[in-house]
């Protein structure tokens, strides 16, 4: 449910990406972090962002990939979630390299 407190609340969105099996981490890496950084040029939503392959810590149970993105309002982010720059980074640079339920996110208040 989202109030008009709600909407004016700023908004952290976190996702997480697991690839499937047989891709070439570094590429995807490349391909991932290249889309991800051309964002905030063309969405300027996007208060903040930060992004990156995981550390490999612990690889057998961590996912792959991580951004986080912050919002000034839900307003904002429904912006950035729509918007066809975003759109188009998820469909050429993240979805081909995805295993099935390799996507994972959360949005929160800050």
Same mark, same amino acid.
């Given at each position: 449910?989202?109030?008009?407190?709600?909407?004016?609340?700023?908004?952290?969105?976190?996702?997480?990406?697991?690839?499937?099996?047989?891709?070439?981490? *570094?590429?995807?890496?490349?391909?991932?972090?290249? #889309?991800?950084?051309?964002?905030?040029? =063309?969405?300027?939503?996007?208060?903040?962002? =930060?992004?990156?392959? *995981?550390?490999?810590? *612990?690889?057998?149970?961590?996912?792959?990939?991580? #951004?986080?993105? *912050?919002?000034?309002?839900?307003?904002?982010?429904?912006?950035?979630?729509?918007?066809?720059?975003?759109?188009?980074?998820?469909?050429?640079?993240?979805?081909?390299?995805?295993?099935?339920?390799?996507?994972?996110?959360? =949005?929160?208040?800050?």
């Amino acid at each position: 449910h989202i109030s008009a407190r709600t909407m004016a609340t700023p908004v952290r969105h976190v996702v997480m990406f697991k690839y499937k099996d047989g891709v070439n981490k *570094d590429e995807v890496h490349a391909s991932i972090t290249a #889309g991800l950084a051309s964002l905030p040029a =063309q969405i300027p939503e996007i208060a903040n962002s =930060q992004f990156g392959p *995981d550390f490999g810590l *612990d690889p057998e149970r961590n996912h792959d990939y991580v #951004g986080v993105f *912050d919002f000034k309002s839900s307003d904002d982010y429904l912006v950035y979630a729509k918007h066809p720059a975003h759109i188009k980074v998820i469909v050429d640079s993240i979805k081909p390299y995805l295993a099935p339920g390799g996507r994972v996110a959360v =949005q929160y208040s800050l």
